[in-house]
């Protein structure tokens, strides 16, 4: 049994003769993090990756800012650049030649611009020559009636190049719509 005399006072000054005690957390900063703070950090951890993979930190924000990447391939920047701001419904994302028909019409690359490997020898990209050379294509918008779009419509720009029949080479854009407000 403990008598009175023996419990130390928790005020004033140490007794004489008692040694002074090193507090329990320091010794547990100079080993390393605390059990409690490592599983805090894990749990905290998970929870971001869990509500990640549900969606609730959407990418598309991240995206927009710096441009994205679709396909797996194709850097689209994700607006029109300054050049191509005032043109109207047709040909929209010019300045060079608009084409329907530089367009591949399937496989993975289906509505991007025509290359080297879909059509050797009459078809080839311009890589990153959009947007201060940082972009394969853009994305333009008209927000006034525009053939079937009522509304308005928002188009894929995507840069090439197209050969003659004399050899020459021509810049060209395939245009693809990806939404049409009716």
Known sequence: ????????????PRP??????????AQAREAG??????LTGLAAAGATAGLNALGVFPPARQAIASGFSLAGYYDIYPRCPSYARDHDCSPGCGPS??????????????GFHRSGTSDPGRFKLRPNECYTGGYDGWIWAYKKKC???????????????????????YKTICRKAMTCAH
């Open 97 to 110: 030649y608009v084409c329907a028909w530089c367009c591949r019409t399937s496989g993975k690359y289906k």
């Open 16 to 25: 004489a003769g008692a040694e002074r005690v090193r507090r329990r957390a």
């Open 147 to 169: 053939g079937n779009c009522a509304k308005g419509v928002t188009w894929r720009c995507h840069d090439g190049w197209n050969k003659t029949k004399k050899g020459n080479w």
């Open 33 to 38: 993090p605390a059990r409690r703070g490592l």
């Open 1 to 12: 049994m403990i008598e009175f005399e023996d419990v130390p006072p928790l005020r004033g």
